[in-house]
């Protein structure tokens, strides 16, 4: 029995040698010391061994048992090694090649414009406001203090949505808006209808896409953004207009920067005034984007017209406000000197790649 038990123990050192895999390492171990192994079996056959050499053949199984196990470990620990030195030496990793750049996204010029302007709003305590990019001839206009045959109208062509077999006449008129105006009369109901006796005050600016049916050329789209401002509240003044907005201008283009209000027209506010900035570009000396006026026009604005106040649901005795509105893709020109407004819309990498 002893000596069956060295040659098996023998035979699983020979056969451990030729192994050279981790796969052919565990077939290994399964075979020389898993449970159906001769040399574990053994351990079953004592029956057959004389009860005084019991305890010597016992402990022999043991011993080599152990040694096997040892030898084993030893196997799988040299594999490992060798893995090792195989993979640094064929997977050499040169540090010195130039890194794979990724290509990254980037915001569209005009989004960062607009996020801009409400950041600096929003800090002076303007929430924004967002609503319907499809409106009615009655938000877009009528209760904008623009009646249907006012002449303001021309100043705004505006794209028509026609609903196919109903004839224009019979049903109020849908229009893509043609400014962020009508979003002033949502805001203005919405916040009157927590309090029809005392509605709170308001705060908004209003970011989004108006759409306007003209012409295309290098400096009109037919769509493009605005961003509308509203304060409504007792009390609010032409100086509340005046200093909201020479602040904005300052935190949008540089402390230094001078401002001017021109008089101006438009039938949802009254006064109207238009704000210029002081040309950044050549500092007020006149250059061709100021065309040589040394001032850029930057937006309209105005006292909320009482008319809208009320249609807002604000009676114009006890309230006041201000509202004012400004292009996104005009101001993102004039600070780049953008020259082309169609460039906005072109999705050409090469232009939006400089943002
Ligand atoms: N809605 C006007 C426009 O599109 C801008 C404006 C807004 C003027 C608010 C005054 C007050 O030209």
């Not at 907005?245 to 006064?271: C, D, H, I, K, N």
Request: with cysteine; proline share 8%; charged share 25%.
């Amino acid at each position: 029995m002893l000596a069956e038990l060295e040659r098996l123990y023998q035979q699983a050192l020979s056969e451990l040698d030729a192994v050279t895999d981790a796969q052919a390492l565990q077939a290994w171990r399964v075979r020389h010391l898993g449970r159906k192994a001769p040399l574990m079996q053994a351990f079953g056959r004592m029956r057959e061994v004389p009860a005084e050499e019991r305890p010597r053949v016992g402990r022999r199984i043991n011993e080599l048992r152990d040694a096997l196990q040892q030898a084993y470990e030893a196997k799988a620990e040299a594999l490992r090694q060798a893995e090792l030195a195989r993979a640094l030496q064929e997977e050499r990793l040169d540090v010195t090649l130039p890194g794979r750049p990724r290509p990254y996204g980037r915001l569209h010029p005009t989004t960062r414009t607009i996020r801009e302007i409400v950041r600096i709003f929003q800090s002076m305590g303007f929430q924004v406001f967002t609503s319907r990019e499809v409106e009615t001839d009655e938000y877009n206009f009528q209760l904008l203090n623009i009646p249907p045959h006012h002449p303001a109208r021309d100043m705004q062509d505006t794209f028509y949505v026609a609903t196919p077999g109903v004839q224009a006449d019979e049903t109020p008129p849908v229009v893509l808006r043609t400014h962020t105006s009508p979003g002033q009369i949502h805001a203005m109901r919405r916040y009157a209808a927590q309090d029809p006796d005392n509605p709170p005050p308001i705060r908004v600016v209003l970011p989004g896409m108006v759409f306007r049916y003209e012409q295309i050329t290098t400096r009109s789209e037919i769509q493009f953004t605005q961003v509308e401002g509203l304060a409504v509240g007792r009390h609010i003044t032409f100086s509340d207009l005046k200093g909201t907005l020479t602040e904005w201008a300052r935190r949008m283009f540089g402390p230094q920067v001078r401002t001017r209000f021109r008089p101006s027209y438009f039938p949802f506010t009254e006064p109207s005034v238009e704000m210029d900035v002081e040309c950044f570009l050549c500092g007020g000396q006149g250059c061709p984007v100021c065309k040589y006026t040394g001032w850029l026009e930057v937006l309209g604005a105005g006292m909320v017209h009482p008319v809208v106040l009320r249609n807002g649901g604000y009676d114009p005795e006890r309230y006041s406000g201000f509202a004012f509105g400004m292009g996104p893709e005009r101001i993102t020109m004039l600070r780049h000197g953008i020259q082309d407004i169609r460039h906005f819309w072109r999705n050409d990498a090469r232009f939006l790649e400089q943002f």
